[in-house]
């Protein structure tokens, strides 16, 4: 058997999306930006996706520029904004949880004359308002802050902060990445400023995002070319994909509540079994505002990547942590700003469901994951050590 729980990594292209993609990959190849009829005919479907985009998320057309991935987006939003205030303050705060593409996107401006705070969270995952308050200066320009993280699936409280930055008139960009076809996404309701949106996290095609720039804000380009995407984002536009991006996201947000209320079951399920059948483990992230996708284990005395690896010879695909780090062998950054100790740290996984999967699979991959920490902790001088503790009292 063949099972995928690696949905927050990607998910696969919804066949429904791939046929609407299709044409625009053959007959209809016009460059967005010409004048003849093979230029307005994908012109034309850019604007509709562009729309179907700006209806899920609550927010008009003209505030969605289409890029070529959620990184890129978050790349764009950090870095444009800072550069664009930075007459006013030099100094941004993310928070400790953010995915590599805002952290490291902070490290750069940190490399290049700004000031960077890291927000810290609690045991749950969820940012300390009382912490934010106390880290905006006068001199802060941007705040940024995800919607649901990636590894844990914790929820952020947004609105929260978006009503003490903009009393100070701070700027807020907020990764919403993961949350796209999870939970509602309002961005008028939301408030924040730039928001970040990947398709191939919503059973759309993989090189594809949007940014969402609030009308009457300005920030600085990161691609600068030719005049796409309103003279903001420079490139020759990607058709096919961005077809795609606008079909799967009217299509994620349709099936929400159907498809959350299947994976969640699965999810619930999945918890129940693993926490009752195997000993020592920990369930990471906030126990009820969490994606209803996500499902974080922290197996003691054994290292995850171990387990990792022999799902994956059963035929199981997990992750160790964001599938961005998963080529080093640190241990997961938010696992740690959770206060998660960094031996436990080593021994967790993350399991990720999606609307395909079914109970047998889970059922499969419950056994498999039993046999599978028993045999790892027969290895394990930590677990013989614990063992033998037991025994002696
Ligand atoms: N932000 C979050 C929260 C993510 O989970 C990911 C992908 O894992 C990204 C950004 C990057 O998106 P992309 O893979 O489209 O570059």
Excluded at 252 to 264: C, D, L, P, T
Aim: proline content about 3%; some cysteine.
């Amino acid at each position: 058997m063949r099972v995928y729980l690696d949905h927050a990594a990607t998910t696969p292209l919804d066949e429904e999306v791939l046929q609407k993609m299709m044409p625009y990959f053959t007959e209809k190849f016009g460059n967005t930006h010409s004048q003849h009829s093979y230029g307005k005919e994908t012109a034309i479907a850019v604007d509709k996706a562009r729309k179907q985009v700006a209806d899920a998320l609550n927010c008009s057309p003209n505030e969605i520029y289409f890029t070529g991935s959620g990184t890129e987006s978050d790349n764009w939003a950090i870095k444009g904004a800072a550069f664009a205030r930075r007459d006013k303050g030099k100094h941004i705060i993310v928070s400790a949880i953010e995915h590599h593409a805002i952290i490291n996107s902070a490290k750069w401006l940190s490399n290049n004359g700004f000031d960077v705070t890291y927000l810290p969270v609690d045991k749950y995952g969820v940012i300390k308002l009382d912490e934010l308050k106390k880290a905006i200066r006068p001199d802060t320009v941007l705040v940024s802050v995800m919607l649901a993280n990636n590894e844990v699936g914790t929820i952020e409280p947004i609105k929260e902060v978006v009503e003490i930055c903009h009393a100070k008139g701070i700027l807020v960009h907020s990764d919403c990445v993961q949350a796209v076809g999870a939970v509602e996404i309002d961005l008028k309701d939301l408030g924040v400023d730039l928001a970040s949106v990947s398709a191939h996290k919503f059973y759309g095609p993989k090189g594809v995002g949007a940014l969402y720039i609030k009308n009457g804000i300005k920030i600085d380009k990161l691609i600068v070319g030719g005049g796409q995407e309103r003279m903001q984002r420079g490139g020759t536009t990607n058709t096919p994909a961005i077809v795609g991006m606008g079909e799967a996201i009217e299509k994620a947000v349709r099936e929400m509540q159907k498809n959350n209320a299947y994976i969640k079951e699965l999810r619930d399920y999945f918890v129940k079994r693993v926490t009752e059948e195997i000993h020592y483990v920990t369930y990471n992230g906030h126990p009820t505002d969490r994606l209803p996708s996500n499902a974080n284990f922290s197996f003691e005395f054994i290292e995850g990547e171990g387990i990792l690896m022999l799902l994956d010879l059963g035929g199981v695909a997990v992750s160790s942590g964001s599938a961005c780090s998963s080529g080093t062998l640190d241990p997961s950054h938010v696992l740690l700003a959770m206060g998660v100790d960094i031996v436990l740290a080593h021994g967790s996984l993350r399991f990720s469901f999606g609307k395909h999967n079914t109970k047998e699979e889970i059922d499969y991959t419950v056994d498999l994951l039993k046999k599978t920490v028993e045999r790892l902790r027969k290895m394990s001088p930590l677990f013989t050590l614990k063992e033998g503790e037991i025994k002696n009292v």
